[in-house]
């Protein structure tokens, strides 16, 4: 594998993303014919079939996503040599892409502007998601960074703390519970809730918080997944909501929703940048990461009880 060249790991990781010669050769400018001679000579190094050639595209065999996985890491690691060329040159300019939990989209204008305020060199890509695809995206190394509520234990992380975030119980404002203080465990009980999906954490501290309540985390509930959702569900009298507190900061503002005095709440929590620990940090994430712990109180909403 000594005479493989940069040049046949891009097209070989090209006709991965596109699926076909054609659509690969277009983007790296070149042939179709071009992009097919550097596929069978990669093959011939290689001494086995690194792409399946079916009708409807070129898919890639066990021996092809080896491959493709080390592609993978050399554009990796050439992008961090050009970030460290830029760093010791004192240059902060790049891209980063971040993945983040979907409530993160609460904040997220805010923490966008900021930074770009602080870093207008840096192109900074958000994509927000639910917490199981973003994990994956870090995962799968298409993201630099991923925001999240708890760092995954599947893979090895270095995580770092950049602010806190409360879980409440939320109810429509005129609800008999609203006012009253010290609200037990068992006087919400036997109330309707609507819950996010099994995979979120704010489903997995709810049912922690109610698991001294015998069958209590099973239901009556209704599940929703997006927070939206949820909160319109409440504010039409469906039922409760074990939610974010910043992610009803605006209705609780507005008299949509209140916050009920529940004991044991709020849970306090904290709000983790992870990356993958086998991946060296590059100037630009640095950047990010050192942005977040110092600014978070800028764009990190609270909404709780009086």
Known sequence: ????????????????????IVEAAKVLGLTAPAVTLQLKQLEAEAGVQLFE?????????????AVLSAARDIE??????????????????????????????????????????????????????????????????????????????????????????????????????????????????GEHFIVRGSGSSTRIWFERFMAEI????????TEMELVEDIKRAVMADTGLAFLAAHSVAEEVQAGKIAILDVAGLPIRRQWFAVSRTDRAMTPVMTAFQEFLTRHSGQFLPEALPA
Do not use: C, W
Not at 104 to 124: C, G, H, K, T, W
Not at 145 to 167: K, M, T
């Open 76 to 189: 990796d690691r050439l992008q961090l040599l050009g970030d460290e060329i830029n760093a010791f040159k004192g240059v902060k300019r790049g891209r980063i892409a971040v993945g983040a939990v979907s409530t993160v989209r609460y904040f997220a204008s805010a923490m966008q502007n900021a930074f770009a305020a602080e870093f207008p060199d840096i192109d900074l890509d958000l994509i927000i998601d639910r917490r199981t695809e973003t994990i994956e995206r870090l995962k799968n190394r298409t993201i630099d960074i991923a925001l999240v509520g708890r760092p995954p234990r599947d893979i090895s992380v270095r995580a770092a703390i950049f602010g806190e975030h409360s879980l409440v119980v939320v109810a429509p404002p005129h609800h008999p519970l609203v006012g009253q203080h010290g609200i037990s465990k068992a006087d919400i009980a």
């Open 53 to 65: 050639r079916m009708a409807h595209g070129m898919y890639p065999t066990e021996a092809g996503r």
């Open 1 to 20: 594998m000594k005479n493989i060249s940069f040049r046949q790991l891009r097209s070989l990781l090209a006709i991965e993303t596109h699926g076909k």
């Open 214 to 221: 015998p069958g209590r985390a099973a239901g009556p509930n």
